[in-house]
C-alpha cells in the first residue's frame, strides 16, 4: 500500500558529502515522523536521525553536526545530508516512516535501504 524508495547511497571519501533523498507514495492521509537508519555487517540498526511533521529534529550522538535531515511534507519526502563523513559511517541507510494509510490504519514502513561507503 505505501512504498519508500531511497537514492542517492553511493561511494565517498572521508571528509566528503553524500545527500540522500526517500519519497514515500502509495495510499497515504498522513506522516507523522519520518526518519534514517543506518546498519553497518554485524550490527543492529540504529536510528541516525528523525523529523516530525512539525519540524522537531533529533539525532544520533555519533552524527550531530555533521548530518543533517530535513523534509517536504508535499512531496512526502526526507532527506539526510551528510558532511563531514567518516569510514565508521559506512552502513547500509534505511528510510522510515510512520505512515497513515487512507484506510486511516497507523503503521510503520521502510525502504529497501541504500548503501553508503567511506573510504578512509
Known amino acids: 500500500q505505501v512504498q519508500l524508495v531511497e537514492s542517492g547511497g553511493g561511494l565517498v571519501q572521508a571528509g566528503g558529502s553524500l545527500r540522500l533523498s526517500c519519497a514515500a507514495s502509495?495510499?497515504?492521509?498522513?506522516?507523522?515522523?519520518m526518519g534514517w537508519y543506518r546498519q553497518a555487517p554485524g550490527k543492529q540498526r540504529e536510528l541516525v536521525a528523525d523529523?516530525?511533521?512539525?519540524?522537531?529534529?533529533s539525532y544520533a550522538d555519533s552524527v550531530k553536526g555533521r548530518f543533517t535531515i530535513s523534509r517536504d511534507n508535499a512531496k512526502n519526502a526526507v532527506y539526510l545530508q551528510m558532511n563531514s563523513l567518516k569510514p565508521e559511517d559506512t552502513s547500509v541507510y534505511y528510510c522510515?516512516?510512520?505512515?497513515?494509510?487512507?484506510?486511516?490504519?497507523?503503521?510503520?514502513?521502510w525502504g529497501k535501504g541504500t548503501l553508503v561507503t567511506v573510504s578512509s
Open positions: 522510515n516512516a510512520w505512515v497513515i494509510t487512507r484506510d486511516y490504519v497507523g503503521m510503520t514502513y
Open positions: 502509495g495510499s497515504i492521509f498522513s506522516i507523522t515522523t
Open positions: 523529523i516530525s511533521s512539525g519540524g522537531v529534529t
